[in-house]
């Protein structure tokens, strides 16, 4: 499944783009996902919770590819 989640900030952290998205219900169960290495980020393992993603970036866990937008004036 494909999402794409606009922004209206410069970057999103990872942590709360897996929230902000809906695939993880709590800050904690965000945590876990990336710690355990389930979080790819553009293409590339990415255990760091909080790595700034911007408008282009793209993130996967499972089945779920989320690419970033920006709508930053």
Same mark, same amino acid.
């Given at each position: ?12 952290? !990872? ?6 998205? $809906?695939?993880?219900? %709590?800050?904690?169960?965000? #945590?876990? &996902?990336? !710690? ?6 553009? $293409?590339?393992?990415? %255990?760091?919770?909080?790595? #700034?993603? &911007? ?19």
């Amino acid at each position: 499944m494909e999402q794409t989640i606009t922004i209206k900030t410069p970057f999103i952290r !990872l942590d709360a783009l897996l929230k902000f998205a $809906g695939i993880a219900q %709590t800050g904690g169960e965000a #945590k876990i &996902y990336i !710690l355990e290495g389930d979080v790819s980020y553009n $293409g590339s393992p990415c %255990t760091m919770r909080g790595k #700034k993603c &911007y408008p282009g970036d793209k993130v996967q866990i499972g089945d779920v590819s989320i690419t970033i937008a920006g709508d930053v004036p």
